[in-house]
Nanobody
Framework: VQLQASGGGLVQPGGSLRLSCAVSGRIFSINDMAWYRQAPGKQRELVATITSGGSTNYVDSIKGRFTISRDNAKGTVYLQMNSLKPEDTAVYYC???????????????WGQGTLVTVSS
């Protein structure tokens, strides 16, 4: 199983980026999916989560600016980031809780990280 993240880059303050993360491999189902980020010198923090049914939660610092969504048919989670600020600069990691059978527990998988730099 692999999670392939993409979409990071350099953007000016106030700009937008859309991150994607696709799950590949033989799985039974994907439960919750999430985006985390880790800024230089800081601990990794949870940014947003989305359940298989589409319920979402966000950290306060990005509410109203970021939107998490998913396409269950494609096994992909997205993070639309608008009104970006320099403090959003970080490596962004996707996370998926994956099951390999109807009675399987959830297993955590991580993408490789994609760098978002917000700077003028």
């Amino acid at each position: 199983v692999q999670l392939q993240a993409s979409g990071g880059g350099l953007v000016q303050p106030g700009g937008s980026l859309r991150l994607s993360c696709a799950v590949s491999g033989r799985i039974f189902s994907i439960n919750d999916m999430a985006w985390y980020r880790q800024a230089p010198g800081k601990q990794r923090e949870l940014v947003a989560t989305i359940t298989s049914g589409g319920s979402t939660n966000y950290v306060d610092s990005i509410k109203g600016r970021f939107t998490i969504s998913r396409d269950n048919a494609k096994g992909t989670v997205y993070l639309q980031m608008n009104s970006l600020k320099p403090e959003d600069t970080a490596v962004y990691y996707c996370n998926a809780r994956i099951r390999f059978g109807p009675r399987s527990p959830d297993y955590d998988y991580w993408g490789q990280g994609t760098l978002v730099t917000v700077s003028s």
